[in-house]
């Protein structure tokens, strides 16, 4: 562990350079450490939505926020050696450069080239690699990104000026989704660098920006570090392929809220709450909660004195309130309750509002049984990639609807967010609909150990190197501080297919130090047994046979059992259905699983045979090594149309109900 | 037409021509005609007219392979198996048996068939056609056709099961019929269903507009129906030059009592899904292709790289097959 501390502090050192003022310089090399991972990057925090007042919350028309999404200027390089260096100067021209649409991916945009992997990393054949620090490599990977033939950059430019609600404020920029590595500019400053593509990168742009006349510049490389962490069975993109948006704070600002609902035994309910709360200098005021429920009834009113102590951010916590019976909120029963933050100013003047729908529901393990709100858990689940075939992983609200619809209508009742985070409003809509998740961090790495079939981790990150644990415990602490307020995450699950090690143990125990509303899931520790009590609430694996999980179950379990990925539809499959959802009835600890997977990952193009619009998969672009068709698993076909075998998802969820 | 000087009074019989390469079976049905061949060089039922329309543009014969499903891949099902793709595609007919009213006679070439006449009857016949597989070793499969005088056809095929032959995908009787149906309706299980995936479907008369197949990703085996007490397949075009306007027929083919078939209606056999790597590479969709099975393996679905299907959804070719239906012309809608 002491091992860990010294590696944190390079990590530090960094971040600690940038807040004592010294506007650093953009680091190339940073794409080769693994133990430089976010620079100046905000820290994450919950996902509420902010206004200055109640109108603005009820229509949506946020006026502090700016949407930066839109045409930008681009320029595509074959690696970062022959990047345009000076691209993000003002005085730069950028009169060559190409129009590109944010988000969407750099490949379907026609630049680089499409390429579908399972679990090869991308560069299996053409570059030799191996993770820095993993073997005895005394180079700890100087050059391996920065300096490779091939590691493609995007860079992007980006000009606005500043409408009206965020001027004289504070703001920050939000990048939604990055693939992989990225570096930010506002008007020639560096202002941050970033990894982890799947969660928000924010950055303060305040000291830098203008009214009038600001230019944003995001250089985005496809590979870094972050590349094998990144190693997900689905078409490797790289680009700004989420929102980008600005946002104003109001003098006084809810930067982090943790509202910890509790339902109790007896049926009754009690809140509290841990906030962060920014402010500018020389404010101070007091700030309001109340919950109210359905109907609009109050049922907690609260305040808290908020001092003028001249600090930025300031914490504050509301103890537990009792609320007598609440109503919990349930599978496909989402009973939720709106909580209300409003922060005033020393002249009693409302500054700004935060509303978040907050559950009370309680998931724990009785008697090695996953029970919520006192009943057995049975997880009728689905694994989810977000995706569309006509732009990939870059999906809007329509898509995430329709989903759901087909969510419901088929009985589904869980969905592993397969193996990052999603985007925010997902969980909103789980919320909504009383659908539970497995909230998934951005973790995969089977191509350091999992080698044609066989468990071979002679060089597995993060493993228990010291240098990778940092990258991931972020990863960890991102995706639980962004998703902490939705009642529908009853799991956080470390990532997908990366073995077990000191890392993931650490990054396990940190979860449980953090959070004991909701249980940890892990799947890889089945790879490495020393790790089973360290590692996973819960036992679970991927494919098993009836046959093994019956075997697990009759020889004194310690866990209970899930499925993290069963039924694996692709093509014409999901057939013997049946002998799993038989388990249920025989093994109280055998609490269902999550299906592989929702939607066939194939893209729409257009055959140049026949004119038509098609579907492509892995290998139809020339792209080598593939893993050709096996990204077709779903229970829909890309297009959204449930796949014939989706009856029998559907009889077997609604009656294992 | 060939048997216009048939005789009237003779019309609860089959009117039975003793051709040299043929034997032709004709009748009618609440006054609708129907005209069988059953040829003795192609090793088969050469034609059905019924609803006068031809209804096959091959003769049938007995199906050994389904398209690889991916799982069937994975699993390495094509590699143990695959035998049974060329016993699909090649067969030898080695015997024909011919029954008339019960009675073995002769088999009736030339010159034996002299001593018919043109005014041949018979209440019942039956045609008994019997195939050698070219797996190594080879079975056999014996596929008969009885017929009354309304022109109904029980047909039955028996698979003699060998030691030493792999599993089987599938055994049915495939129809080739000239042109695209319009669609199809039957009564059994609603959606696509495989022995290990069919508790979602539920019961019913459904009707299938077109010939669709499922577009999965890499062409594969689809479109099965199990548990069908009979299916109706519907066309309206046919390749004949004197058509002039468009009639509607459809032809039934209806499961024993209590012995359910699965089927399959597509534009495309098994090899010409076998082949394609995509929907679009797909040949362009001319004919209708009618699978009525008795035997068909679950597609499974443990995982897709190695899972066999459950052992209660294989086929042991090591087993006989038996299993009939019955073809029947119907009259226009």
């Known amino acids: 562990m002491c091992l860990f501390q010294k590696h944190m502090y390079r990590h530090k050192k960094i971040q600690q350079n940038f807040n004592r003022g010294n506007f650093m310089n953009a680091d190339i090399n940073w794409l080769d450490d693994p133990e430089v991972f976010r620079v100046n990057q905000l820290p994450a925090h919950s996902d509420h939505e902010f206004y200055v007042n109640m109108e603005e919350m009820k229509t949506g028309n946020n006026s502090l926020a700016q949407s930066l999404n839109g045409i930008w200027q681009f320029w595509y390089s074959e690696n970062a050696m022959s990047r345009p260096v000076d691209f993000f100067r003002t005085d730069y021209d950028a009169s060559d450069y190409d129009e590109i649409s944010v988000p969407c991916h750099i490949e379907i945009a026609g630049y680089d080239k499409i390429h579908y992997i399972n679990t090869m990393y991308p560069w299996e054949g053409h570059i030799y690699r191996r993770p820095a620090y993993s073997l005895d490599n005394s180079d700890a990977g100087k050059g391996m990104f920065s300096e490779a033939g091939y590691n493609p950059v995007g860079s992007y430019r980006k000009q606005f000026d500043l409408e009206e609600g965020l001027l004289g404020k504070r703001v920050h920029i939000c990048f939604e989704g990055v693939e992989q590595a990225m570096y930010v500019w506002l008007n020639g400053f560096f202002v941050g660098y970033a990894e982890d593509s799947f969660t928000p990168s924010e950055f303060d742009l305040t000291p830098w920006l203008r009214e009038k006349g600001n230019l944003l510049a995001v250089e985005v490389h496809k590979r870094s570090t972050a590349a094998f962490l990144e190693d997900q069975d689905f078409f490797r993109f790289f680009g700004i392929f ?246 529908s995450v009853l799991f956080w699950s470390l990532g997908n297919e990366s073995y077990a090690g000191d890392v993931l143990e650490a990054a396990n125990a940190w979860l449980k130090a953090k959070d004991d509303s909701r249980l940890v899931h892990y799947e890889g520790v089945f790879r490495n047994r020393s790790y089973e009590d360290t590692i996973s609430d819960v036992e679970s694996r991927m494919y098993a046979p009836p046959a093994d999980i019956r075997a697990y179950l009759e020889h004194d379990p310690k866990k209970p059992f899930i499925l993290c990925e069963y039924m694996h539809d692709m093509g014409n499959s999901l057939g013997g259905m049946d002998s799993y959802m038989k388990l249920l009835e025989e093994y109280e600890m055998y609490q269902g699983g999550f299906i592989w997977d929702f939607i066939d990952q194939a893209l729409l193009v257009k055959d140049g045979v026949t004119g038509r619009m098609v579907l492509r998969y892995g290998g139809d672009f020339d792209d080598r090594p593939s893993d050709y068709a096996f990204s077709g698993d779903g229970i829909i076909f890309a297009d959204r149309t449930e796949k014939p075998a989706m009856q029998e998802v559907r009889y077997y969820y609604g009656k294992y109900r | 037409m060939e048997n216009t000087d048939r005789k009237s009074d003779r019309q609860d019989l089959l009117q039975i021509v003793y051709g040299d390469v043929t034997l032709g079976v004709h009748g009618n049905c609440e006054g609708e005609e129907f005209h069988y061949l059953f040829s003795y060089a192609a090793g088969g039922m050469e034609s059905l007219v019924s609803g006068g329309m031809e209804w096959m543009y091959r003769p049938p014969r007995p199906c050994f392979w389904r398209a690889a499903t991916d799982n069937d891949r994975g699993n390495g099902f094509t590699l143990k198996s695959g035998m049974w793709l060329a016993a699909d595609q090649f067969i030898r007919c080695a015997k024909i048996d011919i029954f008339v009213d019960g009675e073995k006679i002769p088999f009736p070439s030339a010159p034996e068939n002299n001593r018919y006449t043109d005014q041949e009857a018979a209440s019942e016949l039956e045609i008994v056609y019997t195939y050698e597989t070219i797996t190594v070793p080879s079975t056999q499969v014996e596929v008969s056709y009885k017929m009354n005088s309304h022109g109904a056809i029980q047909v039955k095929a028996h698979y003699y099961g060998k030691e030493g032959l792999p599993e089987l995908p599938v055994f049915g009787m495939r ?159």
């Open chain 1, 242 to 487: 989420r929102n980008v948006t600005l946002y104003a704070k109001p003098g006084m600002h809810v930067e982090d809220l943790w509202a910890k609902p509790k339902l109790h035994p007896d049926g009754s309910g009690s809140l509290s709450a841990e906030l962060k709360i920014s402010m500018e200098q020389g404010m101070s005021g007091r700030m309001e909660l109340s919950l109210e429920d359905q109907e609009g009834k109050q049922l907690l009113g609260h305040e808290i004195p908020i001092p003028d102590d001249s600090s930025y951010t300031g914490s504050y916590a509301m103890e537990k309130q009792d609320l007598g019976p609440v109503i919990p909120w349930d599978i496909f029963q989402p009973h939720l309750y709106s909580l209300y933050i409003r922060l005033y100013d020393a002249e009693g003047q409302l500054v700004e509002v935060v509303s978040y729908r907050i559950g009370f529901c309680r998931v724990e393990i009785v008697d090695k049984v996953i029970r919520l709100n006192g009943k057995r858990l049975i997880l009728n689940g689905v694994n989810r990639h977000e995706w569309s075939a006509e732009h990939g992983r870059c999906i809007g609200r329509e898509e995430m609807e329709e989903d759901m619809q087909i969510i419901l209508r088929n009985h589904i009742n869980a969905v592993r967010t397969c193996h990052y985070p999603d985007q925010v409003p997902w969980y909103r809509l789980c919320d909504e609909t009383g659908v539970c998740l497995m909230a998934e961090a951005n973790l995969e790495t089977h191509g350091s150990w999992q080698k044609m079939g066989e468990v071979e981790p002679s060089w597995n990150v993060p493993g228990s190197l010291p240098q990778w644990k940092e990258a991931v415990l972020d990863r960890i602490r991102t995706n639980f501080e962004l998703f902490k307020n939705h009642p």
């Open chain 2, 175 to 333: 129809f080739l019929m000239p042109t695209c149906a319009d669609g199809f309706v039957y009564e059994g299980l609603s959606g696509e269903t495989y022995p290990d995936r069919k508790a979602g479907g539920s019961h019913g008369v459904h009707e299938v507009q077109g010939l669709p197949v499922t577009p999965y990703l890499v062409p594969q085996e689809c479109g099965m129906h199990m548990d069908t007490s009979w299916v109706e397949v519907r066309r309206s075009r046919t390749l004949d030059n004197r058509s002039v306007s468009r009639q509607k027929a459809s032809l039934r083919f209806q499961a024993e009592e209590d012995s359910p078939f699965a089927f399959s209606c597509l534009p495309y056999t098994a090899s010409e899904l076998e082949n394609a790597f995509h929907q679009e590479e797909l040949p362009l969709p001319r004919r209708t292709v009618l699978c009525i099975c008795g035997a068909v393996r679950g597609v499974g679905g443990i995982d897709s790289w190695g899972a066999d299907v459950e052992p209660a959804y294989h086929i042991d070719a090591g087993q006989d097959i038996v299993y009939g239906f019955h073809v029947i012309p119907c009259r226009d809608r």
